[in-house]
Structure formats: C-alpha cells, structure tokens
C-alpha cells in the first residue's frame, strides 16, 4: 500500500517539475520571440508596415488635404509677398530683389508641396536606417539562452517536496499569464506609435505648406521635427529592448526559481514602463511640442 502512495507521490513530483520545467522554457521562448519581434516591428517604414493602410492615408491625403494645403499655400504667399514689399518703409525702398527673392521662394514652397510624401518617406527611410543599423550592433544582446539555466534547475526542483514545487508552478503559471498580458500592452505602443505615424502622415501637406512665410513657417518646422521624433521613436524602443535583453541574460534560474521569475516579470513590466516614455523622450529630444 505504502509503496502505491510512493508512486503516486514520485508521479506527481514529476508532474510538477516537468511543468516548472516547461513554465520556464516557454518564459525563456516567449521573451526571445518578444524582443525580436519588437525589433522587427520598429524598423519598418509606414509604407513597409503596411501597404495598404499607408495607400489609403496616401490617396485621402492627394484628395482631400492637398486642396485645402493649396489654399493656405496661396494665402501664404500672399502674405509673404506682402511683407517683402511693405518691409522696406511701406514701398518708399521698394527693390526688384524681392520680387526674385518671393518667385524663389514660391518655387520651393510649391515644391515642398508637390512632393511632400517624398520627404516624409526620406525622413524614415533615414530613420530606418539607423534602426537597422543598430540592430546589428546589438543583435547579439536579443538571444536568451536557458539550456544551462534549466539544466540547473531541473537538479535544484528534484531536491524540493511536493509543496514547494506546487507553489513554484503555480508562480510560473501566474508569472507566464502576466507576462502574456504585459506582452499586449507592449504590442499596444508599438502599433499605437504606426497609428500615431499614419495619423500625423495624412495631414502632412498643410503644415509643410506653411514652410514658405517665416512666422506661418513654425507650425512646418514643429511638423518636420514630429515626424523626426516619431521616426526616431524607434531607435529609442531598440535600445529599450537591448537593455532589457541583456537585463534578462543575468537570471540564473537554477541559483533561486522563486526570485528568478518575479525579476523577470519586474524586468518586463520596466520594458512596458520604458516603452511607453519613449514617444514624449524622442519629443523632447527633437524640441517637438
């Protein structure tokens, strides 16, 4: 009879380690699958992203803001030209220079204008070069291995009687659903950032066609320096997540499973808390209000 209990008892341990076992490598999987699809998500450009959502903005844009960007355009101009004549003591020191100098400027206004998805396209394609760029200076930090980890912590589990490993698995099960929740707040910021991109890309030519007056000229300059914040966002989340990689590299999980697993949780909950800083950090780095 006693040697039926043994038995059972021998199963259910090793029902239990096996399943912190699995806890843990799935801990391990999930992080790496994680940070290298953050990664890969960051280093696109709108049109990279998506191409239809980015078409859709593209022809809402041509169509519908573009007219009303060619009437502000014209009562710019109007103004600037205004001011060119009348600076010079109200016409008394009139001079053909700044007739010339109002074509030029109309000339470079209508085609900032005529090719404005053209800039925002250069703007994070440059932004997507430095992200690619830098993924392949860290690339190494983004890989977590847990062979020699869950070797050790295999040995420590079969040390342990049957309530402390059904309290471990259960902290490995707790901590699993909670970094599965952390995982959808993260991917939030990081499809809320292409939201916020494709927003801020569909009015695109009315603020740059103010760039031709220098006192209308302040909303397109603060417009050029939002899409360098947002393109650059995504620096900002690489070097986030290679913190966070190499953070997690110096969880042991055979030293202490108990403390190993809610640092790794405190570790991801840090990420989430980072990720959603660098939109107003990348803002204020570019002075963009």
Wanted: aromatic share 12%; glycine share 8%.
């Amino acid at each position: 009879m006693f040697g039926l209990f043994d038995a059972i008892y021998e199963w259910f341990r090793g029902l239990l380690i096996d399943g912190i076992v699995f806890n843990f490598t799935g801990l391990f999987t999930d992080t790496n699958n994680r940070v290298n699809e953050i990664a890969g998500q960051v280093g696109q450009t709108p049109a990279g992203w998506n191409a239809g959502i980015f078409n859709l903005i593209r022809n809402l844009s041509e169509t519908v803001i573009i007219p009303i960007a060619g009437m502000i355009l014209t009562f710019v101009l109007c103004y600037e030209l205004i001011q060119l004549i009348i600076e010079k003591n109200n016409l008394h020191d009139f001079s053909v220079y700044n007739i010339y100098k109002w074509i030029v400027k109309t000339f470079c206004a209508v085609y900032i204008l005529t090719h404005t998805f053209d800039i925002v396209i250069g703007i994070f394609a440059l932004a997507q070069n430095v992200v690619d760029s830098s993924a392949g200076v860290i690339q190494g930090s983004l890989n977590i291995s847990s062979g020699t980890a869950l070797d050790d912590l295999r040995v420590m589990l079969e040390a342990m009687g049957v309530g402390e490993l059904l309290g471990l698995f259960l902290e490995t099960f707790i901590v699993s659903m909670c970094m599965e929740a952390i995982t959808i707040i993260i991917f939030i910021v990081i499809f809320g950032r292409m939201i916020e991109i494709y927003l801020t890309v569909s009015v695109a030519p009315i603020p740059l066609s103010t760039m031709a007056n220098r006192e209308w000229g302040q909303i397109g300059n603060n417009y050029i320096k939002s899409l360098f914040a947002l393109a650059f966002q995504g620096f900002l989340i690489m070097v986030c997540v290679a913190i966070y990689a190499v953070l997690l590299q110096s969880i042991t999980a055979g030293s202490n499973p108990h403390l190993e697993i809610w640092k790794m949780l405190g570790y991801t909950i840090l990420l989430s808390f980072t990720l959603l800083k660098t939109g107003s950090l990348s803002k204020g780095l570019f002075a963009a209000h």
